[in-house]
């Protein structure tokens, strides 16, 4: 007997390159069959009119801090209620516990509203060293930087990330060697580029060449919030021009016009207005004391001075550079979600059903089986992920049922608690996750190790 069977499902074959129809068997946490299925089961799904789709795989987003906001679950109970199943965190060089410490909390934790993955962030490593942002640092400390990244690499994370732009101080060469001595090829590298808008064409160079020397899977982080300022056309066109050469390249984005990081950052520095062509008018604040408030120059410096570390939201992006970002062949989506004291930007709550109730259904910028290809199997491909991203027999039950009709983002920038809508059932490991936008049960996701 079955545990769950879904019938009249429609759902994406990616080989054949079209939605189609069949019910699907599932049992002991795994897809046991597909297709036409007469065999009884302990729990029947009708999914008529619905679609059913891989769960989606967030390869980009930021993992819950346990050590300095407590063990709880915060972003990854809102990747489950967007019908994320598995996502990556340590992204942007940012890491906010080692690989072993968040293992240890999901465990205590009883599992996790999600499967979850790491990667070794490398800024975050730079800090403990003690290097300041904007300087070099010597030899000796890139060395031990980079046995450390071995360290986390050897306790299960994925790979590594870099955030380029927020500490200024990495030179190419400090990349470079940190790479090379990663003896595995397969591990997976995030890029947070150096520079955005004027600076995305040298900044996307540097990446293509990075990744080319250093041979590894490597990831150009949220292109978006590089090139959506006036580049995309130039960047796509560099991007898919190096990825013919080289397919251990892509990228990934995320669908919103704004993007987020903490106001005492190096992105907010002198000249980034003059840069993206915008004011102060252009920046909204996230938390209190002054939660959802733009700013004018005053209260700009003084976010910055007294709480470096508050969320803040920008809006300098190109909403017809951000659907070329979504529809082009190559790329992923993601969330790049973030969450600091449960604020942030929406992007943590909305990303997938927007790209599915926006892009797809509304602008028709992609068609629904490419997008679903850039939540499921690729980034399922691109982590090594062999049972993952497919509605496929043997393959893990990982599934999200959603309303093609009704899917939408909910949460805004003014408030990121609201919930999206159509998404009617999360299975994870083969157990019900979440029904009709309830959390039925927040703990079926586990720690993926990489098997590096
Ligand atoms: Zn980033």
Same mark, same amino acid.
């Given at each position: *007997?079955?545990?769950? /069977?879904?019938?009249?499902?429609?759902?994406?074959?990616? @080989?054949?390159?079209?939605? %189609?129809?069949?019910? =699907?068997?599932? &049992?002991?946490?795994?897809?046991l069959?597909v297709?036409?299925?007469? @065999?009884?089961?302990?729990?029947?799904?009708?999914?008529?009119?619905?679609? $059913?789709?891989?769960?989606?795989?967030?390869?980009?987003?930021?993992?819950?801090?346990?050590?300095?906001?407590?063990?709880?679950?915060?972003?990854?109970?809102?990747?489950?209620?967007?019908?994320?199943?598995?996502?990556?965190?340590?992204?942007c060089? /940012?890491?906010h516990?080692?690989?072993?410490?968040?293992?240890?909390?999901?465990?205590?934790?009883?599992?996790?509203?999600?499967?979850?993955m790491?990667?070794?962030?490398?800024n975050?490593?730079?800090?403990?060293?003690?290097?300041?942002?904007?300087?070099?640092?010597?030899k000796?400390?890139?060395?031990?930087?980079?046995?450390? *990244?071995k360290?986390?690499?050897?306790d299960?994370?994925?790979?590594?990330?870099?955030?380029?732009?927020?500490? +200024?101080?990495?030179?190419?060469?400090?990349?470079?060697?940190?790479?090379?001595?990663?003896?595995?090829?397969?591990?997976?590298?995030?890029?947070?580029?150096?520079e955005?808008?004027?600076?995305?064409?040298?900044?996307?160079?540097?990446?293509i060449?990075?990744?080319?020397?250093?041979?590894?899977?490597?990831?150009?982080?949220?292109?978006?919030?590089?090139?959506?300022?006036g580049?995309?056309?130039?960047?796509?066109?560099?991007?898919?021009?190096?990825?013919?050469?080289?397919p251990?390249?892509?990228?990934?984005?995320? +669908?919103?016009?704004?993007?987020?990081t903490?106001?005492?950052?190096?992105?907010?520095?002198?000249?980034?207005? @003059?840069?993206?062509?915008?004011?102060?008018?252009?920046?909204? /604040?996230?938390?209190?004391?002054?939660?959802?408030?733009?700013?004018?120059? @005053?209260?700009?410096? &003084?976010?910055?001075?007294?709480?470096?570390?508050?969320?803040?939201?920008?809006? $300098?992006?190109?909403?017809?550079?951000?659907?070329?970002?979504?529809? !082009?062949?190559?790329?992923?989506?993601?969330?790049?979600?973030?969450?600091?004291?449960? !604020?942030?930007?929406?992007?943590?709550?909305?990303?997938?059903?927007?790209?599915?109730?926006?892009?797809?259904?509304?602008?028709k910028?992609?068609?629904?089986?490419?997008?679903?290809?850039?939540?499921?199997?690729?980034?399922?491909?691109?982590?090594?992920?062999?049972? &993952?991203?497919?509605?496929?027999?043997?393959?893990?039950?990982?599934?999200?049922?959603?309303?093609?009709?009704?899917?939408?983002?909910?949460?805004t920038f003014?408030?990121?608690?609201?919930? +999206?809508?159509?998404?009617?059932? %999360?299975? /994870? !490991?083969?157990?019900?996750?979440?029904?009709?936008?309830? $959390?039925?049960?927040?703990?079926?996701?586990?720690? =993926?190790?990489?098997?590096?």
């Amino acid at each position: *007997m079955l545990d769950i /069977l879904i019938q009249s499902a429609q759902y994406p074959d990616y @080989e054949k390159g079209k939605m %189609v129809n069949g019910d =699907i068997g599932i &049992k002991d946490g795994k897809i046991l069959k597909v297709g036409r299925i007469t @065999e009884s089961a302990k729990a029947i799904i009708s999914a008529e009119g619905k679609i $059913v789709s891989p769960g989606f795989i967030d390869i980009h987003m930021h993992e819950e801090d346990f050590i300095n906001e407590g063990e709880k679950y915060v972003i990854s109970e809102m990747m489950l209620k967007m019908g994320v199943t598995t996502c990556l965190g340590g992204n942007c060089g /940012l890491q906010h516990q080692s690989v072993k410490t968040f293992k240890e909390s999901i465990l205590r934790l009883g599992g996790s509203p999600v499967n979850y993955m790491l990667l070794a962030g490398y800024n975050s490593m730079r800090t403990q060293y003690e290097i300041d942002r904007y300087t070099n640092a010597p030899k000796e400390v890139i060395a031990k930087i980079s046995e450390k *990244m071995k360290e986390e690499i050897a306790d299960g994370a994925f790979g590594v990330s870099f955030g380029l732009e927020y500490d +200024p101080g990495i030179t190419f060469d400090e990349v470079v060697s940190v790479l090379n001595d990663q003896k595995d090829d397969d591990i997976f590298v995030s890029m947070h580029y150096r520079e955005d808008s004027a600076g995305s064409p040298d900044a996307i160079q540097e990446m293509i060449k990075i990744a080319k020397i250093s041979k590894k899977k490597f990831q150009i982080s949220h292109l978006s919030s590089c090139s959506a300022m006036g580049q995309m056309k130039d960047a796509l066109k560099e991007i898919n021009d190096a990825i013919a050469e080289n397919p251990k390249l892509d990228y990934d984005t995320y +669908p919103y016009n704004a993007f987020s990081t903490h106001i005492g950052s190096a992105v907010f520095n002198e000249g980034c207005f @003059e840069r993206w062509n915008k004011s102060y008018e252009s920046i909204l /604040l996230t938390d209190e004391p002054y939660k959802n408030r733009f700013c004018d120059k @005053e209260l700009f410096e &003084k976010a910055r001075k007294e709480y470096p570390e508050m969320l803040a939201v920008a809006f $300098v992006m190109n909403e017809e550079e951000i659907a070329a970002a979504i529809s !082009n062949p190559h790329g992923m989506i993601a969330s790049d979600g973030i969450i600091n004291n449960g !604020n942030g930007h929406p992007r943590a709550a909305g990303t997938f059903p927007r790209v599915l109730g926006k892009y797809v259904r509304e602008t028709k910028s992609i068609s629904m089986i490419d997008a679903l290809r850039k939540m499921t199997l690729e980034p399922a491909k691109r982590l090594g992920l062999s049972k &993952k991203g497919q509605i496929q027999e043997g393959f893990d039950a990982d599934i999200t049922i959603f309303d093609p009709k009704t899917i939408q983002d909910g949460a805004t920038f003014e408030d990121i608690t609201i919930e +999206p809508t159509g998404i009617d059932l %999360v299975l /994870l !490991n083969g157990r019900i996750a979440l029904k009709d936008g309830d $959390v039925i049960n927040d703990r079926l996701g586990r720690f =993926i190790s990489s098997k590096f």
